[in-house]
């Protein structure tokens, strides 16, 4: 059983930073021994769950363009840890953001260019609160 554990959210300023955490157990991020899928998702109030960013087994990654420049997924295969580093926040980044991951490959939309979309993943951390107040 997958099990994802977020960490990092808070409140910042516009212009802030902050650095999210997901931790796995139960699966190991190695592409010398699995194919993978990993992802940070966001959803604000009254909004749909958006994707941010993802990485696959083999490093390639993909951005959603509001964070382009901005946001940095990587990943720790020793540690077992997903990050996202958030720079240059903005108050239209508020929202609780997930970690995602799919025990096989990313799929045609990561294929081409874009981060998969929400139902291709099978497990979900809890959720991180991130404010950014202007």
């Known amino acids: 059983q997958v099990q994802l554990v977020e960490s990092g959210g808070g409140s910042v300023q516009a212009g802030g930073s902050l650095r999210l955490s997901c931790a796995a157990s139960g699966y190991t991020y190695s592409s010398y021994y699995s194919n993978f899928c990993l992802g940070w998702f966001r959803q604000a109030p009254g909004k749909e769950r958006e994707g941010v960013a993802a990485?696959?087994?083999?490093?390639?990654?993909r951005y959603a363009d509001s964070v382009k420049g901005r946001f940095t997924i990587s990943k720790d295969n020793a540690k077992n840890t997903l990050y996202l580093q958030m720079d240059s926040l903005q108050p239209e980044d508020t929202a609780v953001y997930y970690c995602?991951?799919?025990?096989?490959?990313?799929?045609?939309?990561?294929?081409?260019?874009?981060?998969?979309?929400?139902?291709?993943?099978?497990?979900w951390g809890q959720g991180t609160q991130v404010t950014v107040s202007s």
């Open positions: 995602t991951t799919r025990t096989s490959s990313c799929g045609l939309t990561f294929r081409n260019s874009g981060v998969p979309p929400a139902p291709l993943f099978s497990y």
């Open positions: 990485i696959d087994s083999d490093g390639r990654i």
